[in-house]
Each structure stands twice: as structure tokens, then as C-alpha cells.
């Protein structure tokens, strides 16, 4: 992926490179992207606000342009929030839904203001559709960001003593 695109933060400290190997399909061009995109829809974020809250219903993927976001999980007894994970442009959000149709698992707010480009199931069916190579490819991403995130969940559950 041609660095124009996303507003990519520098990779220089630990945290930075862990975030870059989280980074939805890195390698496509910006003419994949224009096609992906222009089946998705544009929503901004405003610092503070709550683009997911945990327990929603809603499918669609959301991949973040520009800002950033906080994951916060339910922990302990009484179910207070954790901050988990931050999402920085060229992170994927929502993924699990989208896969599944379960209820969203997390809350992400905005920590800045952003933007993000939204992709609906539907909208996913109609692209892979078109492109069904890309299509695939995307699939192929997403699967291996779910399995990075549950690596990571399981490595930090080892390290609490779950």
C-alpha cells in the first residue's frame, strides 16, 4: 500500500512496530484500495466519542484513515473497563462482528479525531464480487489480524495468570 493513503504513525519504538504488523493489507496499491473503498462509506470520529460499544449488533468493518482509538474490554467482578489496545491509521476495527454477526466484544472510543472507512457485509459481497482475487486477499488479511489479536490475548492472559 503506497504510504499516501493512511497517515501512518513512526514504527521507531516497540509499540510502533507491534502496531505495524497489525496493519490491514499493507502491501495492496492505492488502485486496490480505490476499489475497496469506493464500496465502503466515510465516517468520521470526534475525540471522546464511542465508534463501538460492546454488545451492539452492527456487522460492518471499519478501517481507520487517519486519528486513534482506545479498546476497552469488561474486566474483573463488577465489569469495569480496560484499556486493552490502541488503533492507529491502517488498523482494522470490527472484524470480529463482521466475521461472526455475534455482538460487538469491546468498546473503542476516539482518542483523537479521525476518520474511518466503514465496509458493510453486503458491501464486502458486491467488491469481492467485482474483484474476487481481492476479495480473497482481504479475507486472507483479515484472518491473519484475528489471529495476530488472539495470539496477543492469549500471550497477556498467560502473562496475568488466567
Request: hydrophobic share 45%; proline share 4%.
Amino acid at each position: 500500500m503506497d504510504s499516501g493513503f493512511f497517515d501512518y504513525p513512526d514504527v521507531d519504538s516497540a509499540a510502533s512496530r507491534a502496531a505495524a504488523e497489525l496493519r490491514f493489507l499493507p502491501d495492496w496499491t492505492d488502485d486496490e484500495w480505490a476499489r475497496l473503498l469506493q464500496h465502503a462509506a466515510a465516517r468520521p470520529f470526534r475525540l471522546g466519542e464511542t465508534v463501538i460499544r460492546a454488545g451492539e449488533s452492527e456487522r460492518s468493518l471499519m478501517i481507520v484513515v487517519d486519528g486513534r482509538l482506545d479498546v476497552f474490554f469488561r474486566a474483573g467482578q463488577f465489569g469495569r473497563e480496560v484499556r486493552r489496545q490502541s488503533c492507529d491509521a491502517g488498523s482494522v476495527i470490527g472484524e470480529q462482528a463482521f466475521l461472526d454477526g455475534l455482538p460487538r466484544s469491546a468498546t473503542i472510543r476516539a482518542v483523537t479525531d479521525g476518520r474511518l472507512m466503514q465496509l458493510t457485509p453486503e458491501a464486502f459481497e458486491a467488491f469481492a464480487g467485482h474483484w474476487p482475487a481481492l476479495g480473497k486477499r482481504f479475507l486472507f488479511d483479515l484472518g491473519r489480524i484475528v489471529s495476530l489479536r488472539l495470539r496477543r490475548t492469549t500471550a497477556m492472559l498467560e502473562r496475568e495468570g488466567r
